[in-house]
């Protein structure tokens, strides 16, 4: 079965490297929702070295930092699941008291209808800012 | 109010030096469930400087990799939110297919009863493997 991270997966590109690609993707009720997604196929941060595991979670650390001064959120959340898709990818969500879920995880059950935090020019505005 | 994770967080010490803990906590239905807490009351990876970032994440991946040696999981999860609890943690949570939430992350609804893939002797074991 193709894994759909392994070929162009969704959303608006940020970054790109010979490593790993940076997307912001398009999840309701989460603006600035971005994903760091390694280009090979594996599963964990232990099947990779550390300079490869030091490489991935610099963009990460970037795309939060980015988040932080675009979005001034209420907290950063960042995970590494990948249970249906077993390719390693991390998303970084940024978080608000009034989003649909706060302050339980994105994946439980929602508690209100979520505020928008999206603005038009979210995507040149990150970019700028991971460039900064 | 006092941070919870300031004191003396509940759980099984696994290891511990001056900058953090690694804790077996008792989550049901998710034995080896792990926590690793930074001491220091901060929110977010990137209020850390990056050699104390490096070091939460080495031990983060120590975790991981002996969770792995030790209880065969399906899939690691990694995770740092602190939406209720702003204090800097990462959730090392291995995963079965038969768990109560497989492929879902475990903050969504139960799909099952959860299988048990807990045994006597797990905190020793994956001290001996955090060691080795």
Redesign the interface.
Known sequence: MACELCGEPKGELLHQDDKLRVLLVDEAGYPGFCRVIWRGHV????DLDAAD??HL?DW??RV??AL?TVMRP???????????V?HLHWHVIP?FADDAH????I???PRRDGADHGRPGLAEALRAALAA
Not at 43 to 46: G, L, P, R, W
Not at 102 to 105: R, V
């Open positions: 599963a964990e941060m232990t595991r030091a979670m990460v650390y939060e930092a932080r209420a907290k950063i959340n960042l995970a590494s699941l990948g249970n249906m077993p978080r706060f302050p339980s995880p994946w439980a059950a």
